[in-house]
């Protein structure tokens, strides 16, 4: 909060703590003090101290700072959790506090304080009493805060002005703040689980359609048909990528006998081709068969052996 010379008025959140029921006896209102002032220290945890003022008085004390009134329902919680069996009234205002400047001593006042101080009178040890222009204001920035307020009747002020009042249990507001929780909690594991059905169906599906490969080793080299189109020749194409299922593969050569096979590829598979074409070897020419010659019989023989005879 800026302080200036002469009076400024700023709207602001104001949180103000009651003691309820303190009685004479010095001990226990220093107990019941040292009990305040320990919930209003865990209180302001979360309130900006550079916007924030605290104001003392003899039974209580005052926040006051331009916050979101979401940050003051919140101390003003806490402050009832901490408090708890102390007796301690809780009020909450949002409204128009001045800024006076009396030479070098600045000091705040107005109606937000007062409003405030009265609420924090109405409440009892388990409640925090908020001012209709508080839930308006918080109605504004956080309406599902502003929800847990309900009406709670009115007061009427020393100018005898009434005044709509609003009751916030802070321990209903927990238990439904628990719920909201757990059903954004099950909404998100529902999230989650669509994500994962959906991400384990597209992985199957992106699984079952993962192309098969065919490598590739013709020697000399070919045109590669697939199911009739040609995909190019072989080398310098040494894979093809082809879907799962069945397909038919020819590879041709110029003269030589064209390759033609038939494949199942499975999704993923790896397969290899080796083939090498080469001319078909000319069948070797068979030697002719020598006829043996006829042996001269026993007869043969002996006319042979006179005829060298006489002829000496």
């Known amino acids: 909060?800026?302080?200036?010379?002469?009076?400024?008025?700023?709207?602001?959140?104001?949180?103000?703590?009651?003691?309820?029921?303190?009685?004479a006896d010095p001990a226990q209102r220093d107990g019941r003090r040292a009990q305040l002032l320990a919930a209003a220290k865990?209180?302001?945890?979360?309130?900006?101290?550079?916007?924030?003022?605290?104001l003392e008085s003899p039974d209580g004390l005052a926040f006051v700072g331009d916050v979101p009134p979401s940050v003051a329902l919140?101390?003003?919680?806490?402050?009832?959790?901490?408090?708890?069996?102390?007796?301690?009234?809780?009020?909450l205002h949002h409204g128009r506090v001045e800024i006076v400047n009396d030479g070098d001593t600045p000091r705040l006042r107005g109606e937000g304080l007062e409003m405030a101080a009265a609420l924090a009178g109405c409440s009892d040890a388990r409640s925090i009493i908020t001012s209709q222009s508080f839930r308006e204001a918080l109605a504004a920035s956080?309406?599902?805060?502003?929800?847990d307020l309900r009406p709670a009747g009115e007061i009427v002020d020393d100018h005898l002005r009434k005044h709509s009042i609003f009751l916030?249990?802070?321990?209903?507001?927990?238990?439904?703040?628990?719920?909201?929780?757990?059903?954004?909690?099950s909404g998100l594991v529902l999230l989650l689980g669509a994500g994962l059905?959906?991400?384990?169906?597209?992985?199957?599906?992106?699984?079952?359609?993962?192309?098969?490969?065919?490598?590739?080793?013709?020697?000399?080299?070919?045109?590669?048909?697939?199911?009739?189109?040609s995909m190019g020749t072989t080398?310098?194409?040494?894979?093809?990528?082809?879907?799962?299922?069945?397909?038919?593969?020819?590879?041709?050569?110029?003269?030589?006998?064209?390759?033609?096979?038939?494949?199942?590829l499975q999704p993923g598979e790896e397969m290899q081709l080796r083939?090498?074409?080469?001319?078909?070897?000319?069948?070797?020419?068979a030697r002719p068969k020598e006829v043996p010659q006829e042996q001269p019989g026993f007869v043969d023989r002996v006319r042979e052996g006179i005829g060298r005879l006489l002829g000496q």
Not at 142 to 147: I, K, L, Q, T, Y
Not at 199 to 226: M, N, Q
Not at 249 to 260: A, H, M, N, T
Request: hydrophobic share 40%; glycine share 8%.
């Open 142 to 147: 956080a309406p599902r805060d502003a929800a």
């Open 275 to 285: 083939h090498v074409f080469a001319a078909p070897t000319a069948p070797r020419r």
């Open 42 to 54: 865990k209180a302001v945890l979360a309130w900006d101290p550079g916007r924030r003022v605290v």
């Open 74 to 91: 919140d101390a003003a919680s806490i402050a009832a959790r901490e408090a708890a069996g102390a007796s301690l009234g809780i009020g």
């Open 168 to 185: 916030f249990d802070a321990e209903a507001a927990r238990d439904r703040s628990v719920r909201r929780t757990v059903l954004a909690a």
């Open 197 to 229: 059905a959906v991400r384990t169906t597209r992985e199957y599906y992106e699984a079952a359609r993962r192309p098969g490969t065919i490598h590739l080793d013709i020697k000399p080299s070919g045109e590669i048909f697939v199911d009739g189109q």
């Open 235 to 264: 080398p310098p194409v040494l894979d093809l990528q082809l879907p799962p299922g069945p397909h038919s593969i020819e590879v041709r050569s110029g003269r030589f006998q064209p390759l033609r096979l038939e494949v199942q």
């Open 1 to 23: 909060m800026t302080e200036t010379t002469g009076q400024e008025a700023v709207a602001a959140s104001v949180l103000s703590l009651r003691m309820r029921g303190v009685g």
